[in-house]
């Protein structure tokens, strides 16, 4: 029997492809016939119309911790009645306002006359172009517009209450760029002003209900003076940098710190805005809006301070100005500063000064004030501390060396200026080696060193002084490589890199090897014996130590970037170099010959470091005593002195003599961080 052959389907399967397939090229030529032809200038129309802006949207700037984890700078959330300008049409946005008015209350104190002048232009057009003359009708632009408000008078802007606050509101709507936003109301928003917004939502163009947030300060004024200050939605971007901001993406009226860390860390605290692409037709009206960006909160700072060695620095300083001591003078102040050793952070950094009474020209002593800034900006004779870099320039010109460095210590005498001596020696001849120096604070030593430098090693008493015109440029830049008298590099804006005069006598470079002619600030002296403590590696001072993420639960958050130490230079010693100066060091404050024995005897730590005694002119505020002399003291030293941990700098300036006052106030630091 034969078998009954089974047909296939498959040309019936193609057949039905090829047919959905000729369909949809019907289809898409149709379509395309009326896009190039059929509808061409309806969709030109539509593509020449329409335009596509990007809006951005301010978040949450990050908050700023202390290394501990304690709070100094934080946010506190407020609602608020916003207003995004969809029109350029000042008539519109007064018909908003005055309906928005129906709903919130406003201030109107900051209203100004030329507010009011604003509103009124706006509600009486064609009055006030009658009250123009021929000529001033001919004007345009700003000429035009400001004629015009000189036409209005008091009488005209004496408004009711009721307009004064749709005036207040118009003020705000105007203050503003096209599909930029600005909050209307944004502190003490009502539940019921919310609700009846919120209601009448369609009816008010551009209104909508958002947040906002309000910086403050747990600590209160404490470090508020580095922590720096924020601007206001309505001061907005500073004015001499606001061309700068915005080429880099910011609104005119958005905040961004002024000052300080908050200056500093502005794009990381700052975060990212929320984008949104809008579409708007000829008339600015919106026709679409899409999220296309939603934004990032900004990061959170962890400083390097210590806030509870901070208050407890504070305190012993606060206690030294309280105290009636002997040598006073016009002492009004003092400085300090704590850096880690290994990593240049910044653990305290603080100043203390006695109200100024400018209307008496003198100090109030029982108003206490804080001058932290004083510690990085303030610049003073700093004297002997800095010897321990005119060792090291000895050391690299090859002045001296390991094995052969004794030089005679006797009063040097230069013509038209008094005579170099050391304290400890003032008329005999003693020979010294470089340690010794340090130990006994050797004025006339570095002066040595200095000569040296200059081309003029032998000079003796009833020589003419004739050292290299360029000495004293050689001799600065070495300091600066230790950090004295160039930046610091910290972590901050607009800080002192001292004070150098510009035009100076030949002897100036003599009397600059130790410490009695450019000014330092506190900061810069810190930076120094941190550098000398390090066997020469300079650090930048660092206020920041970690960005971190925001944690919705603790607000800590993650660790986003750990700030490495920034290595600004090494000096060019070598190791047992530096362990000759350190020894020396370690020989001021523990030597029997050291000028800050006394002030350690029996002291359970460690301590190597150097004191100085400057003999300055007066520049504080009091006027009456401009130009008196006065004695600067300074100690600057490290601890432990064999591995060292932190870095202790004080200054105390202004004073009528030295007792060693700074060396005094520096052991209390040491022992309040190593016993607490």
Do not use: C
């Not at 118009?170 to 502190?187: E, P, V, W």
């Not at 003599?510 to 009695?516: A, C, E, M, P």
């Amino acid at each position: 029997m034969n078998k009954k052959v089974k047909k296939s389907h498959i040309p019936l399967r193609l057949n039905l492809l090829f047919s959905v397939i000729v369909i949809l090229f019907i289809i898409l030529i149709v379509r395309l016939v009326s896009l190039q032809l059929t509808n061409h200038d309806k969709y030109t129309t539509i593509l020449t119309d329409t335009k596509a802006i990007h809006v951005k949207t301010e978040m949450a700037r990050g908050q700023i911790f202390d290394r501990n984890g304690v709070l100094l700078v934080g946010n506190k959330a407020h609602t608020t009645i916003n207003y995004t300008r969809h029109t350029l049409n000042t008539s519109d946005m007064v018909k908003i306002a005055t309906r928005l008015s129906d709903y919130i209350s406003v201030s109107t104190e900051e209203l100004k006359e030329r507010d009011l002048k604003d509103y009124w232009a706006v509600l009486h057009k064609d009055e006030l172009n009658s009250r123009l003359s021929t000529s001033e009708k001919k004007l345009s632009g700003v000429a035009l517009y400001n004629t015009q408000l000189e036409k209005i008078t008091a009488e005209d802007i004496m408004f009711s209450d009721k307009d004064k606050q749709i005036a207040a509101i118009f003020t705000r709507m105007n203050s503003i760029s096209s599909l930029s936003t600005i909050a209307i109301k944004n502190r003490e928003v009502t539940n019921e002003e919310i609700f009846n917004v919120t209601e009448h939502l369609t009816e008010l163009t551009g209104i909508s209900i958002g947040s906002d947030w309000e910086r403050i300060y747990p600590e209160g004024d404490f470090l508020k003076a580095i922590l720096g200050s924020v601007s206001t939605e309505k001061t907005g971007l500073p004015q001499q940098e606001a061309n700068l901001l915005m080429a880099q993406g910011y609104a005119s009226n958005s905040r961004v710190g002024t000052s300080f860390l908050e200056k500093q860390y502005d794009s990381v605290l700052r975060g990212t805005p929320k984008v949104t692409s809008v579409t708007l037709d000829t008339n600015n009206k919106v026709m679409s809006s899409t999220e296309t960006y939603e934004g990032k909160a900004g990061s959170n700072l962890v400083l390097s301070l210590d806030t509870a060695l901070q208050k407890r620095v504070d305190g012993i300083l606060t206690n030294f100005l309280t105290r009636n001591i002997e040598h006073k003078g016009l002492n009004s102040s003092i400085y300090a500063v704590v850096q880690k050793t290994s990593t240049g952070e910044i653990l305290s950094i603080n100043g203390k000064k006695y109200a100024y009474n400018e209307e008496k020209d003198t100090y109030d002593t029982s108003k206490i004030e804080d001058d932290i800034l004083g510690a990085m900006n303030k610049n003073f004779g700093m004297g002997s501390v800095v010897k321990a870099a005119s060792v090291g320039i000895g050391y690299k010109y090859n002045i001296i060396d390991e094995e052969n460095n004794v030089l005679i210590d006797s009063p040097l005498h230069f013509q038209n200026s008094n005579a170099i001596r050391s304290f400890f020696n003032q008329e005999g001849s003693v020979a010294i080696n470089d340690i010794t120096a340090l130990e006994r604070s050797s004025n006339v030593y570095m002066a040595k060193i200095a000569l040296a430098v200059g081309g003029q090693p032998d000079f003796a008493t009833g020589n003419t002084l004739s050292i290299m015109d360029d000495t004293i440029y050689k001799l600065r830049r070495e300091y600066a490589a230790y950090g004295l008298g160039g930046s610091t590099g910290i972590d901050l804006p607009n800080v002192s890199t001292g004070y150098s005069p510009y035009q100076t006598p030949l002897v100036g470079a003599v009397y600059l090897s130790f410490g009695q002619y450019d000014l330092y600030s506190p900061l810069q002296v810190s930076q120094y014996m941190t550098t000398v403590a390090n066997d020469g590696v300079r650090f930048a001072p660092r206020l920041v130590r970690e960005i971190r993420d925001i944690n919705s639960l603790t607000g800590f958050g993650q660790v986003q970037t750990d700030m490495t130490p920034t290595l600004m230079n090494k000096v060019d010693l070598t190791t047992s170099q530096f362990s000759r100066i350190k020894e020396g060091l370690y020989r001021v404050v523990n030597g029997y010959l050291g000028t800050e024995y006394t002030n350690y005897a029996g002291f359970g730590i460690s301590v190597a470091g150097k004191s100085g005694t400057a003999e300055a002119i007066y520049d504080g505020d009091i006027k009456d005593k401009a130009q008196s002399e006065v004695i600067n003291s300074i100690f600057s030293g490290y601890a432990p002195s064999d591995n060292p941990d932190i870095t202790v700098t004080v200054v105390v300036p202004h004073l009528e003599g030295n007792e060693g006052y700074a060396g005094q106030v520096a052991r209390q630091i040491f022992a309040t961080y190593f016993y607490n």
